[in-house]
């Protein structure tokens, strides 16, 4: 009997490969291809007046050298805006290769193909290029201030500026009985994939076909921007996503100037090319995320309800924007959490600078909106001198006002609605998981040993699912093997195995004989990617519809052979039979030969095959409305995104006299939906929870007035090791199935970071008795904090 | 300006491979592209996210901090070496797979070879000690703690506890 594998902890295919070291990553590939070197802008901003390749040519080795006057066509325009919108009125995106100006370090100008990467590098290294230096715009604030432009004709270094909101924010706030004002920032961090990026290509000049792998989140996006600017037809190119090594969102930017570069190339030349993005390069020249500075004006009622909320904030998208507002849309709409205040108002502008750009790392904007709303709540708690909990709890949505509609538009364009959700009995998991109600006793317990602790909590909803489709198409052999493919990508996530267990379950054959591809873009054209935790959603039910396509095919198939009805007849471990009679039915494979008008005998199953009749002797032997094979292909496309949502706590200790943040407990409630693999959803809530971690206590770009990347480095900037992230993480599910899809799917994926900033913010200020409105707070920081406050008590004393 | 090539014999999983190499070449290139044993992976090229550590002599080296050319006169083991005899997943290995230990793999290797030298020395970890044993490698899917589960796991299958 088959066992239902939906919901069961399965173990991942994708495994023993991997663990043999038998995995294929970019760098792996095409052994013997020339490989490139990129030369980067050593400075934030500057004019190029010159540059001389010359020495270069004589270098042994080397096959090619190109600057932005080699391109031409549409290679030589400016780099795709891919995402445009009205309020993104200066709109801008760099060249392939750098023409007249740089606006950030690490900027490509050059790129040279060798026979090594060894000698293309020293051959980047006797370019010289004639820079006139100026003057960068580096912070937030220096891009307010505007005194210096990234771009001369981008007034106020403003790319957007964008107002939503719903009722009368300002009125309701200046008439409530009580109002508080916060500054916060947030610094900037980056996706870092232990994988940089890369790509090899090869051109096929018989066929007159690229082939293009590339460690990307979007094949299909690669290809059309591969196709467009190199001038081919979509049917010339193919793209392969290869073994990921992580993605975490800055894979999801596309196309890179290296995922043009190296193809055309590669066209040019006539032999495959190479690109392997090295660790330094990544840093200086591969998207970061996270920097905003917020200011939240609020008003409230004596029980805390939000009356009026009005969030005002700046978001340094860097130096160009080639994806355009999708972060800071998502802070603006997102920092509602799971909350329903009466009126609000937010506005943001996003701003130039001349530092890498900024698209989406994991969260995409949420952990910046949660950070801005999970502080005010603390901060009313405070004001009011109530538990925190408390305060969320009158300002959550309840169960039965789903669903909700908060009037504002998503990131996707659609309404912001709230498919589902039960907050109060997430909030009351929560609350058991960590202790909350018996914290006080343990506070007390280790004041008098002379320690010092705190509790902290942080909701969030996540639009997880985004639009606008996923398809899966679906080819049952004559072997009765299952092939499935997927359009979008995988960086391990475990798809193989996830969609593996949804066929099984829905066409009732053993996993074992189901295998999954992605990311290939001659095996499903259509796809969009994987980013926003949406390849559950998306691709999980497109896989499941297609699934059912293909289970009433072989049902209407073997009905004829067997001379039964479709209702009577079950599949179970990959036979169908009348229901109830094992030993009376017919293989899928048999039936997928059926399928089949062209019947050579190559194999057993066509043999067997002899012994069923199907299809009308007077009729063509393919039905107009039929086609060959045992096949199902479909799409699927909700109508807008469903929201996930989750509660973090955290218990930390910190240090009187070193400031360090020791974590004593951390606990996560999480509400995804229903689970496809519960081991694979609480591996990425591990994942996030680390990567939290790194943001809220670690990570941050240090940039110099320069314009200098200072720790561009993993020497130096801190990413957790495991001695940095909580010895274990309690975890408690609630299944609040979304009504939008047949499965009743949330996405997971981005989850375990969201509240992080915002859950450690609340930890250390309970700790500590000191606001916290900056993050990431290191020991030093934290240190410094004590300082200032004690400084500002003891002049509060001087004057009284 | 031609680069002088220097016969190299490495020693790889129990087998020699005689190559010609520059002085300047990483040992994990040389793995990697001379050999084609892709299963070395490189994180970061300046020996902090340990995704290239291999076993020299039994001992885990960061392969990109070490040249092809000083590593003659040694036994190399890599991820590829690290299968039972039959082919089977080592017991390093199948506890990763028990314990949901990898998610893209791609710093899975180094952790692999790191384990397998840091249970020769200690087969009996406690879980501190386990955390210890893995706290030179970066991972930025996992989190880790399945991670420090494997090691623990690890260690039980070493000492035949199927």
Same mark, same amino acid.
């Given at each position: ?8 902890? %399965? ?90 100006? +740089? ?23 006797? =370019? ?29 270094n403003v790319a957007a500026r964008l107002e939503q909101g719903s009722g009368d924010a300002e009125a309701a706030i200046a008439a409530a009985p009580h109002r508080l004002s916060l500054d916060l920032t947030v610094e ?23 082939? +293009? ?59 495959? %090319? ?36 009005? +969030? ?142 705190? =509790? ?296 375990? +970071? ?9 930890? =250390? ?36 | /300006? ?63 901090? /070490? ?65 210890? /044993? ?29």
């Open positions: 009997m088959t066992t239902k594998l939906m919901g069961e902890k %399965v173990r991942r295919v994708e495994d023993a490969r991997l663990l043999r070291g038998e995995g294929r990553y970019v760098d792996d590939l095409a052994p013997g291809a020339l490989e490139v070197a990129v030369l980067r802008s050593p400075h934030a901003h500057a004019r190029i007046k010159g540059i001389d390749v010359d020495p270069v040519l004589d270098v042994e080795g080397v096959v090619a050298v190109y600057t932005y006057d080699d391109l031409s066509g549409p290679m030589a325009e400016p780099l795709p805006l891919l995402i445009p919108h009205p309020a993104l009125t200066h709109g801008r995106t760099q060249y392939a290769l750098a023409k007249d100006e +740089v606006n950030y370090a690490g900027e490509a100008v050059a790129m040279v193909v060798a026979e090594s990467r060894y000698v293309a590098e020293d051959a980047v290294a006797l =370019i010289r290029v004639d820079y006139e230096v100026l003057p960068p715009v580096v912070g937030i604030d220096a891009a307010r201030r505007g005194e210096r432009l990234v771009h001369e004709d981008v007034p106020g900037r961090s980056a996706s870092t994939p232990m994988e940089g990026r890369g790509t090899v290509a090869r051109w096929d000049p018989d066929t007159k076909r690229l082939l +293009v792998w590339s460690s990307t989140q979007t094949s299909t996006g690669v290809r059309a921007a591969v196709a467009t600017k190199l001038g081919l037809g979509l049917g010339q190119v193919d793209v392969i996503t290869p073994d990921v090594g992580g993605g975490f969102g800055v894979k999801i930017m596309h196309p890179w100037p290296e995922e043009l570069l190296v193809p055309m190339a590669a066209m040019a030349l006539g032999r495959p %090319v190479k690109f392997t993005e090295d660790r330094r390069e990544h840093f200086i020249s591969s998207a970061h995320e996270r920097g905003q500075v917020q200011h939240v004006d609020v008003g409230f009622d004596e029980d805390g309800r939000l009356l009026g909320l009005s +969030v005002e904030f700046w978001h340094d998208n860097g130096a160009y924007t080639p994806y355009g507002l999708i972060v800071p849309i998502i802070t603006s709409t997102q920092l509602l959490g799971p909350y329903k205040p009466r009126a609000y108002k937010v506005v943001f502008e996003s701003l130039y600078t001349n530092t890498v750009i900024v698209t989406p790392y994991r969260g995409a904007g949420r952990p910046q909106g949660v950070y801005a709303m999970e502080r005010t709540m603390d901060a009313i708690a405070a004001y009011l001198g109530k538990d925190r909990t408390e305060v969320r709890s009158v300002n959550f949505i309840q169960p039965d006002e789903f669903p909700y509609d908060h009037g504002m538009t998503f990131q996707d364009g659609r309404p912001l609605i709230y498919d589902s959700g039960d907050y109060p009995a997430s909030l009351e998991k929560l609350k058991a998981l960590v202790g909350w109600d018996e914290f006080e006793s343990f506070r007390q317990e280790a004041r008098g040993e002379g320690r010092r602790v705190g =509790i902290g909590l942080a909701c969030y909803v996540e639009g997880t699912g985004v639009g606008p489709y996923e398809g899966a198409h679906i080819n049952v052999e004559t072997t009765g093997k299952v092939k499935v493919a997927i359009g979008l990508t995988t960086q391990g996530q475990g798809h193989q195995t996830a969609f593996a267990q949804i066929v099984a379950d829905e066409l009732g054959v053993p996993f074992e004989d189901v295998e999954v591809t992605s990311g290939d873009t001659r095996r499903m054209p259509y796809a969009v990617g994987t980013f926003a935790s949406r390849a559950a959603v998306m691709s999980g039910s497109a896989v499941a519809l297609a699934a059912r396509q293909t289970r009433t095919k072989a049902l209407r198939i073997a009905a004829e052979a067997l001379e039964a009805a479709e209702d009577d007849l079950e599949i179970v471990d990959g036979q169908i039979r009348v229901k109830g009679a094992p030993g009376t039915g017919i293989a899928l494979g048999t039936v997928a030969v059926l399928s089949n008008p062209l019947r050579y005998a190559f194999d057993e199953a066509s043999k067997l095959a002899t012994q069923f009749v199907v299809g009308d002797p007077t009729k063509p032997p393919v039905a107009e409305d039929d086609e060959p094979g045992l096949e199902g292909k479909d799409f699927y496309s909700p109508e807008r995104s469903t929201f996930a949502n989750g509660m973090h706590a955290v218990i930390v200790e910190t240090d009187p006299e070193t400031a360090e943040i020791k974590i004593l407990k951390y606990a996560v409630v999480h509400d995804c939906g229903n689970l496809i693999n519960p081991m694979i959803v609480e591996g990425q809530i591990h994942g996030g929870v680390a990567q939290g971690v790194g943001g809220a206590l670690y990570e941050r770009m240090a940039y110099d007035a320069n314009g200098q990347l200072l720790n561009a480095s993993f020497m130096d900037f801190l990413m957790p090791y495991a001695t940095e992230v909580p010895e274990s993480i309690d975890i408690d599910h609630l299944e609040t199935p979304s009504p939008l899809n047949p499965l009743g799917l949330k996405g997971a994926g981005e989850a375990g +970071v969201i509240p992080s900033a915002a859950v450690f913010a609340s930890a =250390i200020e309970d700790a500590e008795g000191i606001p916290v409105r900056a993050m990431p707070i290191s020991p030093s920081e934290l240190f410094e904090l004590r300082r200032t406050h004690q400084h500002e008590a003891d002049q509060h004393e001087e004057q009284s | /300006m031609t680069e002088s090539l220097h016969a190299v014999r490495l020693t790889v999983n129990g087998v020699a491979h005689d190559v010609e190499v520059p002085a300047r070449r990483l040992l994990s290139d040389a793995l990697r592209h001379e050999l084609r044993l892709t299963g070395t992976h490189v994180g970061c090229e300046h020996g902090v996210c340990g995704a290239c550590t291999v076993l020299v002599d039994g001992r885990p080296m960061r392969s990109c901090l /070490m040249l092809a050319v000083s590593a003659v006169d040694a036994e190399i083991t890599t991820v590829e070496g690290l299968a039972e005899p039959d082919g089977s997943l080592g017991a390093v290995q199948q506890a990763f797979k028990e314990c949901h230990g990898l998610q893209c793999g791609f710093c899975t290797p180094g952790f692999l070879t790191t384990i397998t030298a840091g249970l020769a020395e200690n087969p009996d970890p406690t879980r501190e000690e386990a955390r210890e /044993m893995i706290a030179g490698n970066l991972c930025r899917c996992t989190g880790y703690q399945n991670i420090i589960a494997s090691v623990c796991r690890a260690a039980e299958l070493r000492r035949g506890d199927r």
